[in-house]
């Protein structure tokens, strides 16, 4: 069966699932000439993609020197957080690398979670060299997004229309639907992708990843990314149900 849009990998297993995405991640990075700008998840299910991306071959086969980590979206909490999404990427990736890529994360101290917002879309700005986006020049050489049981990607939550349909800054503050604030891409930088990765792993995201593959419900916050460049959804068995057949 073909997705609605997107190309569909399913392999087997946890295991395979970091060692695609890992490898995936490492041959894009290859393949490009001067800086490489790669989008991360936060949450669970990447954490393993980073752990196998920090152990040979293919940390050693990156000039991480070249590389702008961008994270998609932040728990606004302090960065040593156990919600932190940075704390996350530092402990599975970050930390074990030969040479420090340039790490690009959500301002937490000093700051009320709007000022947080400016400030981060300021850097990716200047990460950028410019403060507006052109389809032929996208901001992410790779973006990889994790996609929630309820269909939100980053920290994009079904049914906040008003943040679902900003098309104007590329970070929001998110102050509603979760237990604490958040900081989030939008959809015209998270779109502004030569290729976008969601990664889906587990049985509890089953159900979910049909009606976004299916077409049967366009308003899930994921289904309604449209990169400008490849659209790839990774996942293992576990998740993709009767699209495995
Ligand atoms: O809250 C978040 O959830 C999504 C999905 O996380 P997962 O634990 O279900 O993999 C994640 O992509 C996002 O970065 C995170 O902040």
């Given at each position: ?43 669970s299910t990447p954490r393993a993609l980073y752990e ?97 049981d309820d269909g939100h990607t980053a920290s994009l ?89």
């Amino acid at each position: 069966m073909k997705p609605v849009r997107g190309e569909l990998v399913v392999v087997p297993d946890a295991k395979a699932f970091a060692e695609y995405g890992a490898r995936l991640f490492a041959e894009e990075a290859a393949a490009a000439r001067g800086r490489f700008v790669a989008g991360l998840a936060g949450g669970s299910t990447p954490r393993a993609l980073y752990e196998r991306l920090a152990a040979a071959p293919w940390r050693d086969s990156i000039d991480w020197t070249r590389i702008d980590l961008v994270l998609g979206d932040e728990r606004f909490v302090a960065p040593d957080d156990d919600k932190s999404n940075v704390r996350m990427i530092r402990d599975a990736l970050t930390a074990h690398l030969p040479a420090a890529p340039r790490l690009h994360q959500v301002p937490f101290d000093g700051m009320t979670v709007d000022q947080a917002a400016a400030a981060y879309q300021q850097d990716l700005a200047e990460v950028h060299g410019a403060a507006t986006l052109d389809p032929s020049r996208p901001f992410f050489d790779l973006c990889l997004l994790g996609m929630g049981d309820d269909g939100h990607t980053a920290s994009l939550l079904p049914g906040q229309d008003d943040l679902l349909g900003e098309r104007q800054r590329w970070v929001i503050p998110v102050t509603k639907g979760r237990p604490e604030a958040r900081v989030t891409l939008t959809y015209p930088i998270l779109e502004s992708a030569r290729v976008v990765v969601f990664l889906v792993s587990g049985a509890g995201k089953r159900d979910m990843l049909d009606r976004v593959l299916s077409g049967s419900d366009r308003d899930v916050p994921a289904a309604r990314l449209r990169p400008v460049g490849r659209l790839i959804w990774l996942a293992d068995r576990d998740a993709a149900g009767r699209w495995a057949d």
